[in-house]
Nanobody
Framework: QVQLVESGGGLVQPGGSLRLSCRAS????????MGWYRQTPGKQRDMVAT???????TYADSVKGRFTVSRDNAKNTVYLQMNSLKPEDTGVYYC??????????????????WGQGTQVTVSS
């Protein structure tokens, strides 16, 4: 069982920056993708940025060029550096991990894990 804990949210003015961190309680083995999703009232939870164990990164079009996702495998931590923040970036940011499940040395499925969320508010 993997537990994810986010930190770094807060209130920031437009144009400002925040850095979110998500630490996994234990080492995540094998194939995996970790990333960030955002949810606002009345909206679905949408992907913001992800990074895979193979090094592939993806970004929502709305954050390309402003946000950077990275990971430190030694610390079991994924980060989201958010620059040039806009009011529309406001929301609850959730850390997510998709982790391969191995039984008897073979891939048997995938497990999903979610953090508790951290509030990001961009307002003047």
């Amino acid at each position: 069982q993997v537990q994810l804990v986010e930190s770094g949210g807060g209130l920031v003015q437009p144009g400002g920056s925040l850095r979110l961190s998500c630490r996994a309680s234990g080492t995540i083995l094998g194939m995996n993708t970790m990333g960030w999703y955002r949810q606002t009232p009345g909206k679905q939870r949408d992907m913001v940025a992800t990074t895979s164990s193979g090094g592939t990164t993806t970004y929502a079009d709305s954050v390309k060029g402003r946000f950077t996702v990275s990971r430190d495998n030694a610390k079991n931590t994924v980060y989201l550096q958010m620059n040039s923040l806009k009011p529309e970036d406001t929301g609850v940011y959730y850390c997510h991990a998709l982790v391969s499940r191995v039984v008897g040395g073979s891939l048997s499925g995938w497990d999903n894990y979610w953090g508790q969320g951290t509030q990001v508010t961009v307002s003047s």
